[in-house]
C-alpha cells in the first residue's frame, strides 16, 4: 500500500469516527462543523490543531466527497469567500500562534465573515500608493482614513487592513498590516450601486478606528510583503477555482446552445468551440496550478489565471448575448439589493453580461496582471518606476 493510500485510508477513518459522535441528522450544524475543525478535517494540509492534519491539499476532495455522501452540513464557503480564500492563508503564513488560535477557527466555521479593506479612491491598480494612515498612540494603532471596493463589508466582522505607518519611507516599504473589527465605532459602511443594480461592494471610512498592536499581522513596515501574499492566494481563489468540465460560464453557454437549436449560426458556432477549448485549456491549467499549491506557496500563475478567468468569462457572457438576440437583452431584476452571495452564472444572461464587466477589475486589474506575467512568469524587462524609492510623502498627489 502506498503513502498515499494509507493516508486515504486514514482520513476515511477519521471522517467515520467524526460522523459516529456527531450525527449529521441529530446534531447542531455548528457544533458539527467546529467538531469537523477540531478533528482536523476542516482543512487537511493546515498544520494539526489549526483545522488540519498536515497532509497534503489534495486529500481535502476525498474528506469532502465522503462528508457530502453522509449529508454532513458545509460551511457555506460562498459566504466566506474572502476569510478562506485569502484571509485565512496570510494569517496562516504571517499570525502569530495567538493569532491562528483565535481567528482560524471561527473563520472556517463561518461564524466570522471576512472582508478586504486594501484598495483606496487614489489606490487601485498602484497599491502600495495607499494614504490610510495607522499611527502608534501608545496603546493602539489609531486608523485614519477611506477604503473602497469591498466586497462584503456589510456583513463582516473582521476586515484585513492594510495602511501607511511610516510616511517617511518609500511607498512600499512603509505599510503594516492589520486585522480590522468592522464592528468598531469608528468604521462606517456605505454601499456602493453597481451596473447589475445591486450592491455587492463597498466604501468604508476609518475614523479613529483603535486596533491593538496583537492584531497586527506581521512586523511594522512588512505590509506590502505580506499583501502580495494576501493577493497571490485570492487571483488563486478566483482564477484557479477546482470546477468540472464545462463548469462556470462555459457551462451555460453551451447548455443554451444544445436546447436552443432555433438560434444557432455557423459563425456562433465557431465562436463557442473556439471559447470551450481555451476554458478546457484554463481548467487544467488551474488543475496544475493547484497542484504546485500543494507542494509551496501561490506563485505569480495565479495571476495569469485569474488574467484568463476574466477574459474568457466576458467572452462568454457576450456570446451569450449574442445568441439570444432581443431576448437577451431583458433584464430581471434592477432592485437595489445586498447580497450575501455572488453567483457568476446566477440570474438571466443579461446579469451575467453586466457583472462580468467587474472581472477584468476585481482581484487586481487585468492590466496589472499582465504586468506581473510579463515581469514574473516571462521574464522580461520591468517598466520604468521612478517612486520605487522616494520617501511617500514626497509622492504627488
Known amino acids: 500500500m502506498t503513502g498515499t493510500e494509507e493516508m486515504i485510508k486514514d482520513l476515511t477513518r ?16 455548528l457544533e458539527f462543523l467546529r467538531a469537523r475543525f477540531d478533528a482536523g478535517l476542516a482543512w487537511v494540509h493546515f498544520p494539526e490543531g489549526l483545522g488540519g492534519l498536515g497532509l497534503p491539499r489534495e486529500l481535502q476532495a476525498h474528506v469532502d466527497r465522503l462528508l457530502a455522501e453522509a449529508g454532513a452540513p458545509d460551511n457555506d464557503p460562498r459566504r466566506n469567500g474572502i476569510g478562506l480564500g485569502m484571509a485565512a492563508p496570510t494569517i496562516l503564513a504571517y499570525g502569530t500562534e495567538e493569532q491562528k488560535k483565535r481567528f482560524l477557527r471561527p473563520l472556517w466555521t463561518g461564524e466570522e465573515i471576512w472582508c478586504q479593506l486594501f484598495s483606496e479612491p487614489g489606490a487601485g491598480s498602484d497599491l502600495a500608493a495607499l494614504a490610510t494612515r495607522a499611527e502608534w498612540d ?6 485614519n482614513g477611506q477604503k473602497v471596493w469591498t466586497s462584503g463589508a456589510h456583513k463582516a466582522h473582521w476586515g484585513i487592513l492594510v495602511a501607511r505607518t511610516d510616511p517617511e519611507a518609500p511607498k512600499h516599504r512603509g505599510m503594516t498590516y492589520f486585522l480590522c ?3 468598531d465605532p469608528g468604521v462606517e459602511v456605505r454601499p456602493l450601486r453597481q451596473i447589475t443594480g445591486e450592491a455587492e461592494f463597498n466604501e468604508v471610512f476609518l475614523t479613529d478606528v483603535r486596533i491593538p498592536d496583537e492584531h497586527r499581522l506581521g512586523e511594522r513596515g512588512q505590509g506590502w510583503q505580506v499583501a502580495t501574499a494576501t493577493l497571490m492566494n485570492e487571483r488563486v481563489a478566483i482564477g484557479g477555482g477546482d470546477i468540472p468540465r464545462e463548469g462556470g ?10 436546447r436552443r437549436p432555433e438560434l444557432r ?3 456562433l458556432h465557431a465562436r463557442l468551440m473556439r471559447l470551450w477549448v481555451e476554458a478546457e485549456v484554463a481548467r487544467l491549467t488551474g488543475k496544475r496550478l493547484r497542484q504546485k499549491l500543494a507542494a509551496g506557496q501561490p506563485g505569480p500563475e495565479g495571476s495569469a489565471s485569474k488574467l484568463t478567468f476574466a477574459r474568457l468569462s466576458q467572452q462568454l457572457s457576450g456570446l451569450e448575448i449574442e445568441l439570444l438576440g432581443e431576448e437577451g437583452l431583458r433584464y430581471g431584476d434592477w432592485t437595489m439589493k445586498r447580497p450575501d452571495i455572488v453567483v457568476f452564472t446566477g440570474k438571466d444572461a443579461g446579469y451575467r453580461y453586466l457583472r462580468a464587466k467587474g472581472n477584468s477589475i476585481e482581484g487586481g486589474t487585468s492590466e496589472i496582471l499582465r504586468n506581473i506575467v510579463a515581469e514574473r512568469v516571462l521574464g522580461l524587462p520591468p517598466e520604468p518606476r521612478v517612486d520605487k524609492n522616494v520617501p511617500w510623502k514626497d509622492l504627488p498627489r
Open 14 to 29: 477519521r471522517v467515520e469516527k467524526l460522523l459516529a459522535e456527531y450525527d449529521p441528522a441529530r446534531t447542531d450544524r
Open 138 to 143: 501608545g496603546e493602539y494603532w489609531v486608523v
Open 181 to 183: 473589527d468592522m464592528r
Open 249 to 258: 460560464m462555459i457551462g451555460v453557454v453551451a447548455d443554451t446552445w444544445r
Open 265 to 267: 449560426r455557423p459563425d
